[in-house]
């Protein structure tokens, strides 16, 4: 299995970035998909999921800002960040796992396949 995230890069705040992430060697349209994130001297942090329903979660500091979407078609899954700040910047990492309890969307145990991260950094 192969998860690869692109898209990082620098940006203003309050600008926008997609990030994508492309799993292959895995029934893609199963699984479930998260973003995590990870600053300097901070734990790794879950923003958001999206299960192979299509249901999503998202962490609070991200709701209505971000938005996850995923096509199967392609193996690929995205993250749109609008209104981006300053304390959006991190190492931005894709997640996979067949099935992840929803009580543990957020929970870096809970994955078994990781990206290598792409970083995001938001200038004031």
């Known amino acids: 299995v192969q998860v690869m995230e692109s898209g990082g890069g620098l940006v203003q705040a309050g600008g926008s970035l997609r990030l994508s992430c492309t799993a292959s060697?895995?029934?893609?349209?199963?699984?479930?998909l998260s973003w995590f994130r990870q600053s300097p001297g901070k734990e790794r942090e879950g923003v958001t999921l999206?299960?192979?329903?299509?249901?999503?979660n998202y962490a609070d500091s991200v709701k209505g800002r971000f938005t996850i979407s995923r096509d199967n078609a392609l193996n690929t899954v995205y993250l749109q960040m609008d209104s981006l700040t300053p304390e959006d910047t991190a190492m931005y990492y894709c997640?996979?796992?067949?099935?992840?309890?929803?009580?543990?969307?957020?929970?870096?145990?809970?994955?078994?396949?990781w990206g290598q991260g792409t970083q995001v950094t938001v200038s004031s």
């Open positions: 060697g895995l029934i893609f349209e199963n699984y479930h």
């Open positions: 997640a996979a796992d067949a099935w992840v309890a929803p009580s543990r969307w957020a929970d870096v145990s809970a994955y078994m396949y």
């Open positions: 999206i299960d192979g329903d299509g249901y999503t």
